[in-house]
């Protein structure tokens, strides 16, 4: 079985628009299957696949790309050392919430659903409330471990 496939004849360059002109060419149908599209990122770096000519998919100048040293700015919001420090002795102080005390409960009586659904509730979005059920789930499993 052959396949009409559409095959590109002439590329003409006008004042930076592209013209193709296009001709219907007979091509065996499992020589088509294995056409796959260009793109301007593949393997490796972008620069491979730059020929280092004015026009085309892999037009543009040779070059290799620029390891540039980590900015303090990306490490906004990571835990440290001491502050994990203080918040644990502040929360050995103090104690629970009374909402994180509820949540206990329920996850002691194994009501993990209805624990996410208060947790949402007080603290307003999904993956905090996950991430509240599983602290309390924790707490948890470390009292239970102190007590054995």
Known sequence: RVQPVRTCT???VLSRV???YFRFKEVPVHHSNDWKPYSRVQEGSISENMKGIAVGLQKGHVVSKHELAARP???KGRL???VKMIRELVRDVVGNAPYEKRLMELLKVGRDKRALKLAKRKLGTHIRGKKKREEMGNLLRKMSRKTA
């Open 80 to 82: 440290g050392k001491r």
């Open 73 to 75: 700015a990306r490490r």
């Open 18 to 20: 592209r013209v193709a």
């Open 10 to 12: 002439a590329v003409h």
